[in-house]
T-cell receptor
Framework: DAKTTQPNSMESNEEEPVHLPCNHSTISGTDYIHWYRQLPSQGPEYVIHGLTSNVNNRMASLAIAEDRKSSTLILHRATLRDAAVYYCILRTTTSGTYKYIFGTGTRLKVLA | DAGITQSPRHKVTETGTPVTLRCHQTENHRYMYWYRQDPGHGLRLIHYSYGVKDTDKGEVSDGYSVSRSKTEDFLLTLESATSSQTSVYFC?????????????FGPGTRLTVL
C-alpha cells in the first residue's frame, strides 16, 4: 500500500499562513489525497481532499504537485483553534473497495 | 454531527479474555472501518466492511475479527486480549458511492488490557 510521510511537528504564529507538507511518492493514479485533523480527545475530522487539481474550501486549500508525489495543506490564517494533529491520508481502491491509509500526522502548534 | 456511537467508551480487561467493541451508525453508510490509534503510529486500519457480511483486512488485523450482520452495526472482537492491544479504537463510516469521500469518525473507545 502507498504511504504518506509528514513532519512530526510544526509551529505557526496566530493569524499567519501555515503550509503543512506531505510526501506520497508511491501514490497510484486512482488514489485520492485527503487531509483530516484531530483535536485532543476527539476522533479525526475531515478537512479537504483532492485528486489532481488544487482545491479550496472554507477551512483550507490543498495544493497538489503536478506529479502527485507530494501535497501541501494550506491554512490561510492560523487561529488557536487550529492547533491539532493534521493527517495526510491516501484513499486507495483495491478490488473495487475503498480504504484509507493514514500517515503519522503533523502536530501543529499555534502561538498567540 | 454524523450519527456514530461506540460502546463501550472505556473498558479495562485482563489478558486472555474476549472483548467485543460495537460501532453503531444511523446514516445508512455502506462502508464502516475500525482503526486503532497508538502514540507514534497515527491511525492504523484493522478491518473494514463495504456492505453487510462483506469485510476485509487492514494493515494490523492479526488478533482481531469483525462481523457485520446489518448495515448499522460493525463489531470488533478481540478473541483473547493481549497487552499489545491496549489502544484507543475508532470507528468510521463513509459512503463513497455518492461521490463524496468524507469519513466520519466516532468518539473512540479506550481499551486497557492488564
Amino acid at each position: 500500500d502507498a504511504k504518506t510521510t509528514q513532519p512530526n511537528s510544526m509551529e505557526s504564529n496566530e493569524e499567519e499562513p501555515v503550509h503543512l507538507p506531505c510526501n506520497h511518492s508511491t501514490i497510484s493514479g486512482t488514489d485520492y489525497i485527503h487531509w483530516y485533523r484531530q483535536l485532543p480527545s476527539q476522533g479525526p475530522e475531515y478537512v479537504i481532499h483532492g485528486l489532481t487539481s488544487n482545491v479550496n474550501n472554507r477551512m483550507a486549500s490543498l495544493a497538489i504537485a503536478e506529479d502527485r508525489k507530494s501535497s501541501t495543506l494550506i491554512l490561510h490564517r492560523a487561529t488557536l483553534r487550529d492547533a491539532a494533529v493534521y493527517y495526510c491520508i491516501l484513499r486507495t481502491t483495491t478490488s473495487g473497495t475503498y480504504k484509507y491509509i493514514f500517515g503519522t500526522g503533523t502536530r501543529l502548534k499555534v502561538l498567540a | 454531527d454524523a450519527g456514530i456511537t461506540q460502546s463501550p467508551r472505556h473498558k479495562v480487561t485482563e489478558t486472555g479474555t474476549p472483548v467485543t467493541l460495537r460501532c453503531h451508525q444511523t446514516e445508512n453508510h455502506r462502508y464502516m472501518y475500525w482503526y486503532r490509534q497508538d502514540p507514534g503510529h497515527g491511525l492504523r486500519l484493522i478491518h473494514y466492511s463495504y456492505g453487510v457480511k462483506d469485510t476485509d483486512k487492514g494493515e494490523v488485523s492479526d488478533g482481531y475479527s469483525v462481523s457485520r450482520s446489518k448495515t448499522e452495526d460493525f463489531l470488533l472482537t478481540l478473541e483473547s486480549a493481549t497487552s499489545s492491544q491496549t489502544s484507543v479504537y475508532f470507528c468510521a463510516i463513509s459512503e463513497p458511492v455518492t461521490g463524496w469521500n468524507e469519513q466520519f469518525f466516532g468518539p473512540g473507545t479506550r481499551l486497557t488490557v492488564l
